[in-house]
């Protein structure tokens, strides 16, 4: 196995895990680009949001939904911003999916 996500998932690499269940890690980033930044990544291997398939919807959703919950948790529920970054054009260095979610610090758009 050669994806670092998945050694995450497996235990093999240590994480400053937030929460975990069946489908879903999350962990704090370790590299922070917001006093909260924090990745919800799928346990399954998928590679980038290109190989996301229609059976992925509920998975999907449950990203979202404990995305939204954690930002919450983690007291950013005055704002926060989430993203996912799709290959290279996308930024993505990681591939295996990641939903960042950064908080507690003022946003801006265009994100660069
Ligand atoms: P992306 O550029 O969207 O693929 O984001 C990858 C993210 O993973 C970056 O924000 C990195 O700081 C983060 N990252 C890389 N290695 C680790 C690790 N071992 N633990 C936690 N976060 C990591
Ligand atoms: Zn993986």
Known sequence: MDCLFCKIVAGQIPARKIYEDDQVIAFHDIGPQAPVHFLVIPKRHIATLNDLGEDDRPLAGH???????L????????GFRVAMNCNELGGQTVYHIHMHVLGQRQMHWPPG
Do not use: D, H, K, S
Not at 63 to 69: D, M, S, V, Y
């Open 63 to 69: 990203i979202l939904f404990t995305a939204q919950r």
């Open 71 to 78: 930002a919450r948790e983690l007291g950013c529920e005055e």
